[in-house]
């Protein structure tokens, strides 16, 4: 099983309500120690950072053709922290539900995310956004880039 580093990292102007984009780096070092690198990004017209900051990792996971041991980094406690504090697993287990506090929102891209880590052994790791992470800055820069840009697609799960 190969060992990939998948850097992630999510952007929303005008959030909730407006154009947001993503930003990945992946990397595998092969087996004569030659690193090889990738990267990702897309923009969307109107989108929340949580979605992005979902997309990038669904995005990052999608990109690999096997199954595959991952670190993948994110600055989005929402992320990490549904993995690494085992929030996810309830929300399964109560049928996307949260208790008093009604539904889970973005259940379309937590199922899309499960189904793309299926083949994979996925190691969430919480990193401080914008504070000189060198993967990070280079994902915020393509995520916020990709929202920006002219190439924006619309995030057909994102409602108000």
Known sequence: MGVVS?????????NPDGPGGYG???????????????ELSQGYV????????????????EALNRPCMIDLYSDSKYLTDAF??????????NDWKRGKSGPVKNIDLWKR??????????????????????????????????????NLIVDEGFQL
């Open 6 to 14: 998948i850097f992630t990292d999510g952007a929303a102007k005008g």
């Open 24 to 38: 990945v780096v992946l990397q595998y070092t092969d087996n004569k120690g030659v690193l090889h690198e990738r």
């Open 46 to 61: 109107q989108t929340t950072n949580n979605r992005m900051e979902l997309m990038a990792a669904i995005a990052g996971l």
């Open 84 to 93: 690494n504090q085992h929030w996810i697993d309830n929300w399964v287990k």
């Open 113 to 150: 995310l499960l189904d793309a880590m299926q083949t994979h052994k996925v190691n969430f790791i919480w990193v401080k956004g914008h504070n000189g992470h060198p993967e990070n800055e280079r994902c915020d820069k393509m995520a916020v880039k990709a929202a920006m840009s002219g």
